[in-house]
């Protein structure tokens, strides 16, 4: 089973971020980022984004610490990729990208290859640690992450728009 | 929250609403763009007068701004609607119906973030067909106030949608005569009844079609009953 994690302060805004991702994957258990505990009965986790204008998971990061101890494969989304990053020490940067852009792949991953068209809707980006390798970029900024060691991904893009297939094959990694 | 509704009267900004104030928000204004131009990019055009009954109905008061309907100058006269009704009814978020066009949804995303507003899309990348079955189930009535794809004849015009309906958008879309996975388009809705309104809005109107598949409704006379 797969848990899908909403970082959205405002219910009203899982129809936007966390609704799209449900479709794609279709079997799932929602929860919201503050009443997650242990993530290890679940096969896969994938983190949703939320709206600009929300930055409350950022102000709570403790709630994500369970990211640095989990074995299990997790997605994060625009913010699942920005609070994945916090937590090993990386830090946000100003980035704002809203709309179709491309993305080039820098290094071979299960998600994805090539060089792509994106929905993107973020105000920050982010500057990993040495934990991760930067695995696609924008023309201005880091926009796919993998951790060197476990199956950790972030996606500073929404796949849930118009890349349902990059959710797919982390759902069949 | 207080909320403004991007408001075109059709099912997709009427059930942006209704979820709205399910989960626990204010909608204490709803603003329509009147567009010159039938093409925009941006706003919806049939039947657009009608917002003003169907907000009376809802009892929000409603902001009607004109616009030429220009590529990109048409945001900077949305953006000016916005700033106008934020100064007068002092709301933190925008509220709109937008399903599936990453060009309208991207835009009024950039307006919102320019001015300090959340942005609420509850209906982003929803199957229509879902959509307009929840409708259903919720007591709304619609009708199509405008076609513009294959298989969508005079006859779908004006008329009240029910369950039937939509097993024939169904086929139509499974035989790939309609799409409805695009940007939009194909068909506009009038909302004419929901639990929202107090009373139905009744329209009386005429049809112009351009082709066998495209046409509108012009409303001639309105009223709440």
Known sequence: MILLISTCREKLSDGEFLGPVKRVVKDCVVKHFSEVD???????????????????????????????????????????MQVMALTFGGVLLDSFEVGMIEIETLKENDLFRGTFS????????????????????????AHGIKHKEKPLYGLLFHP?????????NFINM | MKLAALFTGGKD???????????????????????????????????IEVTELQAKSMGIP???????????KELVDLERAIITAKWKYNFEGVLTGALASVYQATRIQKICFGIDLWCFNPLWMKDPLEEMQELLSHNFEFIFSSVAADGLTKDWLNKKITSEDLERLK???????????????????????????????????????????????IVTGAELK
């Open chain 1, 38 to 80: 242990k993530v290890d009965d679940y096969d896969k986790i994938i983190i949703c984004g939320t709206s600009l204008q929300d930055n409350e998971c950022f102000e709570d990061i403790e709630k994500f610490l369970w990211l640095t101890t989990t074995t299990k494969p997790v997605l994060g989304i625009c913010a699942g």
């Open chain 1, 160 to 168: 849930e728009v118009r890349n349902h297939e990059i959710i797919q």
């Open chain 1, 118 to 141: 994106v929905y993107s809707l973020h105000s920050s980006g982010v500057n990993v640690s040495n934990d991760f390798d930067v695995i696609a970029k924008s023309a201005t900024t």
């Open chain 2, 13 to 47: 900004s009427t059930y942006a609403i209704h979820l709205a104030r399910q989960n626990g928000h204010e909608i204490v204004c709803l603003i329509t763009l009147k567009s010159q131009n039938p093409d925009s990019y941006m706003f919806h055009t049939p039947a």
């Open chain 2, 62 to 72: 409603h902001l009607l701004a004109d616009t030429t309907g220009e590529k990109e």
């Open chain 2, 171 to 217: 086929l139509l879309n499974a035989n790939n005569k309609l799409s409805f996975s695009g940007e939009g388009g194909e068909f506009e809705t009038l909302v004419t009844k929901c639990p929202m309104f107090e009373k139905e809005v009744i329209i009386t109107a005429r049809m112009v079609m351009e082709n066998s598949c495209t046409g509108k409704l």
